[in-house]
DNA sequence: TACTTTATGTCAGAATACTGACATGAGTCA
DNA sequence: TGACTCATGTCAGTATTCTGACATAAAGTA
């Protein structure tokens, strides 16, 4: 009875509860990353990378989940690095692709066993059954909620 | 079989799709609150205030997933809004209890309705049942991801 | 009692991501 | 061809959150 019609309940708000878990994720994922000198976004990135080489800052941006502004701030950062080169003259569009160097390959392989190490934590109890379960009503709570705006064009 | 035993694969991993539903949870919850002036982790702040009235700074912070010293920056213009009230003087211990005054519960009300909206096309394809599976699974993640040292005591 | 641990509020500075704006390249269409 | 739309890269400024640090209050412990 803490709720009527309108309203939301946190003890059993389905948002509330996405939160906690994706918040939970974060945490890990920042605590293993943290001593390898690395942000999410810059896990991210790389892994983007290693697994499709070539991609554009904006197509690094969507797939990282920020704007392209910030992802254009890190990709400066790890450029500088010696992490990535990007072709300084595009191809075709304005679009510049960016591929990793020895050194962030190095540094993505480091990254990417820290963090399986937590997805395998995360999903420890979960059956394989189960887990296919929980991707599949994901995956339709992830189309469910776009508005109409095409994901807005930022 | 783009991915060996050492690695994520983007395609398949539970850990980038759940990154994808949050991401476009928060962008859907942003949209609907910055016509209202408002970010999440204000309207986190007010719904946890109108569920449980006299939390304190670190309370509303782990509630909303956020640093106690951000959710202070937060509180501290609220309360100069004339959002919500706190006691200048602990009762037991440093907490300060915060309360939310008449215009913050109709602040907090116009964008509850909002995210609650939100919420319901979320899940507008999941059946009870299947709703009830996902926050089953989805709690079993969120147990299991903790690493020991007690949710880090920042 | 005295010491330690834990939780809290707060100040200061840094890091990260965002919004807004502008220019450029490619495609569409009248 | 010219006008329009769209995606991209980038600059500038703002906003939000974070880490680090310190002081205080309560509770546990020797």
Redo the contacts between chains.
Sequence with gaps: M??AA?????E????Y?????????R???E?VLRPLGMTITHYSCL??LA?RPGLSNSALAR?A?VTRQSMNVLLMALESDGILTRLTRPIAGRALPAELTLKGREQM?RA??A??S??E??????SPD??A???D???????????DPEE?AN
Tied chains: 1, 2.
């Design positions: 803490s709720q309108s309203g939301i309940d946190l059993t708000s389905l948002g509860l996405m939160k906690e878990v994706s918040s939970a994720l945490i890990e994922m605590t892994e983007l697994q797939g989940f392989a990417s066993a963090i399986k937590v997805e934590r995360m999903k420890r109890t979960l189960e887990e379960v929980l991707k009503l994901l995956k339709r709570c992830a189309q469910s909620l776009p508005s807005q």
